[in-house]
């Protein structure tokens, strides 16, 4: 079970969430009267068109039941935040920063990419490409080393443009 400490004086939260019952001043016991002790309850987000709509967390206290619930509503984008997002839709280029986080939610394992480097056969190409790497400012989509890492690792073109359409709203 995860729990949190709320300040009920405050409003505060007092500790970050952890696993099963608190101690207080190290050792067990009860807690003050104005400190509560609240499950934390996560529930699922829901299932949402993200073409035109967007989810959000939202948090409620249920101070009766010791509650603190974690919960997702659902807003329509309006008219112009879907065309925002129809525009990142063919990204050219990213950050760095940007590239390497959306790798990492695409469930793509950053070392894979260094093998790659290492295993491009052309010299030139593989300095050229570790230093792209390493030192970008941008990354774009059709660079050669882009497209051999990508070849190398078997992502194929509609993959790296969801890698950088993911990128660029990160």
């Known amino acids: 079970m995860k729990t949190i400490l709320y300040n009920t004086y405050t409003g505060?939260?007092?500790?970050?969430?952890?696993?099963?019952?608190?101690?207080?001043d190290g050792v067990p016991g009860p807690l003050p009267d104005y400190i509560i002790e609240l499950e934390i309850i996560e529930l699922s987000p829901p299932v949402f068109d993200k073409n035109t709509q967007v989810a959000f967390l939202t948090t409620n206290l249920d101070l009766n039941n010791k509650l603190y619930i974690k919960s997702y509503s659902i807003r329509d984008l309006t008219p112009q935040e879907i065309l925002d997002r129809q525009e990142t839709r063919n990204a050219r280029q990213c950050t760095p920063r940007q590239f390497r986080l959306a790798l990492i939610q695409l469930g793509k394992d950053l070392n894979q990419i260094q093998i790659a480097i290492d295993n491009i056969s052309d010299p030139a190409l593989k300095q050229q490409t570790q230093v792209e790497w390493e030192y970008a400012l941008e990354i774009k989509i059709d660079h050669p080393g882009v497209i051999s890492i990508a070849s190398t690792l078997n992502i194929s073109e509609q993959e790296l443009q969801d890698i950088f359409n993911l990128a660029v709203t990160l």
């Open 12 to 24: 505060d939260f007092i500790h970050p969430v952890i696993v099963g019952k608190y101690l207080v």
